[in-house]
């Protein structure tokens, strides 16, 4: 395995590990951005997302410098990013003439800081579409077809892992909503049985009197239940007295 297959190999590792429990989705992208001018031999790479409900944004990129950043604005909205994201498919490889009619604001900018060459894949899995890969070359006619379709097979590794994520955060979400509606139901069964005690009632009485003080006050009942675990049997006093 030479040189270039071991850092291809351990960058779709990177790509895949969002079960790490510092997992941070901008350094993620930091890491494809900077392992396609590594592994592409591209000028630049930037990542540009779009959240649901909002519009491509840029959120990482090989090169932090303003002439870029500038160029990578515009490409929220116009160019082979833009586009590749909208249509879902490979945009490119194409250079800056083949570019000025299709998207001339675009290309003048691009022509302004340097590049000749531009391409762009879509960040998608399945129906999810999450965005766009952008590379960006000073020389023109630099990115192969065996090039693009290893950027295509990164971005596609990148869209796994950040769907993976989302999936796992989502499901310890669930199970911490969970445990907390569990550890709610006990505190209001103890109360219940508490305050029932107290007031000589039935536990249905009893938290009918907790959900009742509860709504009044615009408290939860699991915070009544355990004011009145607490204090052994007395609701507490109201709000405004």
């Not at 890491?31 to 001018?37: D, G, H």
């Not at 691009?110 to 960006?136: K, T």
């Not at 990115?143 to 990164?154: G, K, R």
Request: glycine share 4%; with cysteine.
């Amino acid at each position: 395995m030479d040189n270039r297959d071991e850092r291809l190999a351990a960058t779709f590792v990177e790509l895949a590990d969002t079960l790490v429990s510092d997992f941070d989705l901008v350094e993620l992208l930091d890491t494809l951005a900077i392992r396609c001018t590594e592994l592409l031999g591209v000028s630049a790479a930037a990542l540009l997302l779009a959240p649901p409900g909002i519009e491509l944004r840029q959120v990482a990129a090989s090169d932090s410098g303003y002439a870029l950043s500038d160029l990578l604005a515009m490409a929220q909205h116009d160019g082979p990013a833009w586009q590749s994201h909208h249509e879902v498919r490979v945009i490119g490889p194409i250079d800056l003439d083949g570019a000025r009619t299709q998207w001339p604001d675009f290309t003048e900018a691009a022509e302004r800081v340097g590049y000749r060459e531009m391409c762009a894949v879509p960040m998608r899995l399945r129906d999810q579409v999450l965005g766009a890969l952008l590379l960006l070359n000073i020389h023109p006619a630099k990115l192969s077809a065996t090039d693009v379709q290893l950027a295509q097979a990164l971005a596609d590794a990148a869209t796994i892992g950040i769907l993976h994520e989302r999936v796992l955060r989502q499901q310890i979400d669930l199970v911490t909503q969970l445990h907390t509606a569990l550890q709610s139901r006990i505190l209001i069964e103890q109360a219940k049985g508490i305050l029932a005690a107290r007031t000589d009632t039935s536990v249905d009485q009893a938290f009918e009197l907790m959900r009742g003080h509860a709504r009044r006050h615009l408290r939860r009942t699991s915070d009544i239940a355990r004011h009145v675990i607490d204090t052994r049997g007395t609701l507490p006093a109201p709000e405004n007295s």
